[in-house]
């Protein structure tokens, strides 16, 4: 009987979606309503919602985009032009734009919005070792699957880590994935359910929103400062809103290079405790800073705070492998989540060559340069960026990141469409804004910022009006 | 108000669990009713189960295990035992057993219930010297992330090898990805929303069923035929269960062994053309074929039908790489979830070695020696299996799995269960069949049988009463 009521309610949705076709109210290309969104208008269940959507996607009415939403068809649309259908601005504010823009550029684009370090920052040599090494090791390590959790050696040189942090781990605790992006995912798998609320930093790393949309997860964004969370805010969102979780960066903060103050961390963590309120802190900038800032992880011990990381930013995006520190019961569901999805853990190709490359003295040395030849970077492009009228937010401890304010009243998505325009792919601010409030905020890469012509495309765009 | 009506449909639900527990119905470690069907027995929608144990698990009265359901937790229970809790029988047809014995399993275990081929009959020569060759390529293929489609190189070859079978395919219609699995998970992303229904085989691939329970899917079995899939049962399933999606393997399908009949291919084609059904086509076992028996795919031309495949069985499974051949539509939304799940493609050194190995003439000779030693290897395995009372159920015409009938009345559970304690990792009928109607099988690995030791540990398996 709930079966019918749901199938009822269900095709009343259908129609309210064909009606609103009809009258032209949705044109083919445009997104239709949030799941969450059209529920509350509907009064009905996401989960109804979820079930309309579905079904006139069957029948070819709409089609889903997971990562955005769902969008009304259109035969004589070229697929590429469904990706940011919409009003301009929203294809501008896409939480895809940058990743598209950068992981596609061909070799001449300048990408200063990107998010990783040129490939000649990276320490190839140690890589070029490791992988002549790799040609050398046992028949098993190159073809066989992995272990469910992962090369047991990668996972003891990250208990010596943590333990160099204060945080008393056991192997249990740990499990390697195939990226730190699949670490949040598996953990939204295990902990979310369609519907749940999530809060993120407001601004926060766009691929969060793009990894939760692609949950049906509702997210809700908390006011960021420049020593973390406006805990005020945080505090308020727990009562609200009722979160199952919280996404955050702690230690240089994607977009804007923040770290957490001591008290912010506490009173964040409190106010997690009270609450009940599981929290991710993905570390993957932790080794670009200079000493280590206060991390939630550390002060909770592993309890309600889960640790994801990855070698990507510096080491290599090319070998893929993250990991995730969490209470033990959630890394064996989390392991069997895994298998499910992925088969076995990592590539052990990958976890063994980036195992050589950590416990070898390279890498240490190589940190040390980079910090120091970021430092350097981040003083140069503040100090060129600074004629355009772009003033950093704050001034980063350390990584590769300027969250800087654009001079009066310019939309940063506009300028951002008119220098791709010309082969230039910035971050413009709104795609890392919940609230749509980052408009006049572009993030830039220090280490992506030496071709001049950056600049001068930069200031043609500024002068534009 | 749908909201409060909902919340109070969830609370009768979270009082009913409780008051179960409380009268030891459900017991510590005992598995919860499955969302569809407790959904059905309370008479409210899946989505109001999902949230109940959702909350229940939220104050610890349960434990998510996406991959198995929902277990009643108890404190004084071992984080390993919860994996399997619930009835002995149920513990041994848990979708995860082979997975974990076998993936988990330390170099002394003979396995011959796993599903990949021992390491020195993998093409070594050509895989470390693929490493050397990548120790000399470029900064970016070693340091950055790759495209979002996977690399051209790769994806260009399995074009030519699709046109080799008649299915002409652009760029367009093929994404890589993290592996086969990744594959077939991002297709359920794609389109799949929780309670859906899913076809599969039975018996089949034991961890379709595994992946499928973490995206909530109702998973409905239509019975195995030497020729493919009971074309009858699949269209009485059609009508009466109105699937979303069929998951098959056409050739030398697992775990039987079997290929799809000509005439099997063109009516399960033309009952879901019939039905608006999505096919996904996991073709994996595609190279160990001595010539291409029908694939559904070529038939339709990857309208419906989405191939996936991957070189973990031929070429190396500590490689990760798979790949999505369909609809160029599909194919872009594939590419934003794999974006927003796992930023970016399949690791590009891992493409880079593949695409080497590939274009080079050592694989096609790799895999004519290779059909040639499993086709001695079979007929091996089954002249040793018999005198034990084991008969195949069908002679494969390819690869290394024998799905071999138990003689009378033996539970191949129990005697997976005591070679288990052996040492001996067996793949019991029961884990590959939804119906759980596989209790009489076991599926053998015939490139895993070479000890002597596992045939007696299994003659004694099979003598004990």
């Not at 953990?187 to 749940?196: A, E, K």
């Amino acid at each position: 009987m709930a079966k019918d009521r749901g199938l009822t309610r269900t095709e009343a949705l259908m129609d309210a979606v064909r009606a609103r076709i009809a009258n032209r109210a949705l044109a083919p290309g445009d997104r239709l309503p949030s799941v969450r969104g059209f529920a509350r208008t509907m009064g009905v269940s996401p989960f109804t919602v979820v079930e309309a959507y579905g079904r006139l996607e069957a029948e070819g009415i709409i089609r889903a985009r997971r990562g955005s939403g769902f969008y009304v068809t259109g035969a004589d649309l070229p697929p590429m032009a469904l990706a940011g259908m919409g009003p301009t601005r929203e294809r501008d504010v896409d939480p895809f734009w940058v990743s598209r823009q950068s992981l596609d550029a061909d070799a001449s684009v300048l990408k200063p919005g990107c998010g990783w370090l040129p490939a000649d920052w990276m320490p190839q040599g140690a890589i070029r070792k490791g992988l002549r090494a790799l040609a050398r090791t046992d028949d098993a390590a190159l073809a066989d699957y992995g272990s469910t959790r992962g090369a047991p050696a990668l996972r003891r040189l990250l208990l010596g880590r943590f333990a160099d942090e204060g945080i008393a781990a056991t192997m249990d605790h740990v499990l390697l994935t195939g990226s730190g992006t699949q670490a949040i995912d598996l953990i939204c798998r295990l902990l979310l359910r369609p519907g749940d609320t999530v809060l993120v930093d407001d601004p926060c790393y766009f691929n969060f929103q793009a990894l939760l949309r692609a949950h049906q997860a509702r997210v809700v964004g908390v006011p960021f400062t420049p020593s973390g969370p406006d805990v005020s805010a945080f505090e308020h969102a727990l009562v609200r809103e009722n979160p199952r979780l919280y996404i955050t960066n702690s230690a240089l903060h994607n977009p804007t290079g923040a770290s957490l103050s001591p008290q912010t961390a506490h009173r964040v963590l409190s106010a997690a405790s009270a609450h009940g309120l599981t929290i991710v802190e993905d570390d993957i900038f932790a080794d670009f800073e200079p000493a280590p800032s206060p991390r939630l992880a550390v002060l909770d011990g592993l309890n309600r705070v889960t640790r994801i990381g990855s070698f990507s930013k510096t080491l290599s995006a090319s070998v893929r492998c993250g990991y995730i520190a969490a209470r033990p019961d959630w890394i064996e569901g989390l392991a069997d989540l895994q298998v499910a999805t992925s088969f076995g853990g990592p590539s052990p190709v990958a976890t063994e060559l980036i195992a050589g490359v950590l416990a070898g003295g390279t890498y240490r040395k190589h940190m040390d340069e980079l910090r120091q030849r970021l430092a350097r970077a981040r003083k140069d492009a503040a100090d060129r960026l600074q004629p355009l009228g772009l003033v950093p937010w704050t001034m980063p401890r350390g990584g590769f990141y300027l969250w800087c304010r654009l001079p009066g009243g310019h939309d940063s998505a506009a300028i951002a469409r008119r220098c791709m325009a010309e082969g230039v792919v910035l971050a413009p601010g709104n795609v890392f804004s919940v609230s749509q409030s980052a408009g006049g905020f572009l993030r830039f890469n220090v280490a992506q910022l030496d071709a001049a012509r950056i600049f001068s495309v930069l200031q043609a765009a500024i002068s534009e009006k």
